[in-house]
């Protein structure tokens, strides 16, 4: 929910009461004022964020869509360019550069300060979707020779310009990480108490090239705030933030759900997405969906002797590739989402296949009953179609949580995303064993 008055703004805005605005919005969070932003036409958009106080202004920067933030560099100066790019923490200004267009960041690279250049440049090497990529280098950095009240000074003199300072990390001359202390342990000790003698030297930490999804499940797993980044010298190179965790957590959880619903993943919202772009995302999963369901109208084809002898059973073909399609991908959604939360690991393969076996048996024998009451009711005298579609049934649930539960496994095994063997492509493979399964029930059971 909106905690300000959105239509006062505008109003404010609409009446020129630029005196007004200005008040009300150095008051408000920094996410409402890039939410309000929006809201606005590009022209006013620029004359807002120029009267917003200068230490504001930055931290609003920091939030508001790539779009905007070209736009607002556009138009702006160099001298307020460089102004923002030095306030924004530079995980921040690497996120921002990433998303715009080249002549755009070339000019704010201009505009940085040497040292600022200098490393932002060097986080822009680290690979994509990495823990260097998404870490931040203002962090408090201690020597384990200092005292509680050297630490304290030391805190105060730097703090302002650091993204967080609850937990603080002691290296040595050369940045070796050697520990960890927090805010807590240093109020907690008296002033004379060396940093190495409290600190913590049970460290965890992760290295720049590891990938973010591995860092999301260190944040998980032991609740951290923030998580210290080495190189492959155990040099500290940065951090990675919780709000920067949280941002990671909806990109993944955001492409996965595109791959399950056998789409190309994209980086842009929805409705600033294009038609053909989204056509382009959609078409290829589609067309490969399209050409492998033609597999199970060979099967079909196949086996048309036999419905022609006894046309009664294609009827029931709808009943079976739906019911198998969805316990198949029951079972796939279920296993991706224990994989990407650490629940599950490859290694539990047999466990898993045991487990939905137990639940197939069960779920399947309840079906079947239920689909013999019913088939006994609708087709009197039938007994013998109604047996073959249950012992079907049974089967067809049996294959389709077994294929849905170890694909995505395997998917695992072999470096290829789980979330690809998802409900579209677990159906496809399913209809088609559960075809199989059927006629030959049936011209066994039936004698055709």
């Not at 505009?111 to 408090?140: C, H, V, W």
């Not at 579609?389 to 395997?410: H, Q, R």
């Amino acid at each position: 929910m909106e905690n300000y008055d959105l239509e006062l703004l505008l109003q404010y805005v609409e009446e020129h009461q630029f005196r007004l605005l200005r008040s009300q919005l150095s008051e408000m969070n920094e996410a409402d004022i890039a939410e309000f932003m929006e809201e606005v036409d590009d022209n006013r958009k620029v004359l807002i964020f120029r009267m917003l106080p200068k230490g504001l202004a930055s931290d609003v920067f920091a939030f508001l869509e790539p779009d905007i933030q070209e736009h607002i560099i556009n138009s702006i100066t160099d001298a307020e360019i460089h102004k923002i790019i030095e306030d924004l923490f530079v995980d921040d200004a690497v996120d921002m550069l990433e998303e715009l267009p080249a002549t755009v960041v070339k000019r704010v690279m201009k505009n940085a300060a040497p040292e600022t250049r200098k490393l932002i440049n060097q986080f822009l090497q680290y690979p994509d979707n990495s823990a260097g990529s998404i870490m931040t280098a203002e962090y408090i950095g201690l020597k384990k020779y200092m005292n509680v009240e050297q630490a304290f000074s030391y805190i105060r003199a730097h703090a302002v310009e650091k993204e967080t300072i609850y937990t603080c990390f002691v290296m040595d001359g050369e940045r070796h990480l050697e520990g960890v202390v927090s805010i807590k342990d240093l109020l907690m000790n008296p002033y004379e108490t060396r940093i190495q003698d409290i600190m913590d030297t049970n460290i965890i930490k992760t290295v720049t090239t590891e990938d973010q999804e591995e860092v999301v499940e260190l944040f998980n797993k032991y609740d951290l705030i923030c998580l210290p980044v080495v190189d492959h010298e155990e040099r500290l190179v940065g951090i990675v933030t919780v709000d920067d965790i949280v941002d990671v957590m909806e990109e993944e959880a955001t492409e996965d759900f595109e791959k399950m619903a056998a789409m190309l993943p994209s980086d842009k919202p929805y409705l600033k997405t294009g038609i053909f772009e989204l056509a382009k995302n959609r078409i290829v999963w589609l067309t490969v969906l399209m050409l492998s369901s033609m597999i199970s109208g060979s099967i079909l084809t196949r086996y048309e002797e036999a419905f022609a002898m006894l046309p009664l059973l294609v009827s029931f073909v709808p009943m079976l590739t739906g019911t198998g399609g969805n316990a198949g991908s029951q079972s796939s959604t279920m296993i991706i989402r224990c994989m990407s939360i650490g629940e599950v690991e490859p290694k539990d393969i047999l466990k898993v296949m045991w487990k939905e076996v137990r639940v197939a048996l069960v779920v399947g024998v309840i079906l079947a009953a239920l689909n013999f009451g019913r088939l006994i009711i609708q087709y009197p005298g039938e007994t013998v179609i109604c047996l073959t579609v249950c012992i079907s049934l049974v089967i067809t649930v049996l294959l389709a949580k077994t294929i849905g539960c170890t694909l995505p496994i395997i998917a695992k095994l072999v470096k290829v995303d789980p979330a690809i063997m998802a409900a579209p492509l677990i159906s496809t493979i399913v209809d088609a064993c559960s075809l199989i399964v059927y006629f030959n029930i049936a011209c066994r059971l039936l004698d055709i």
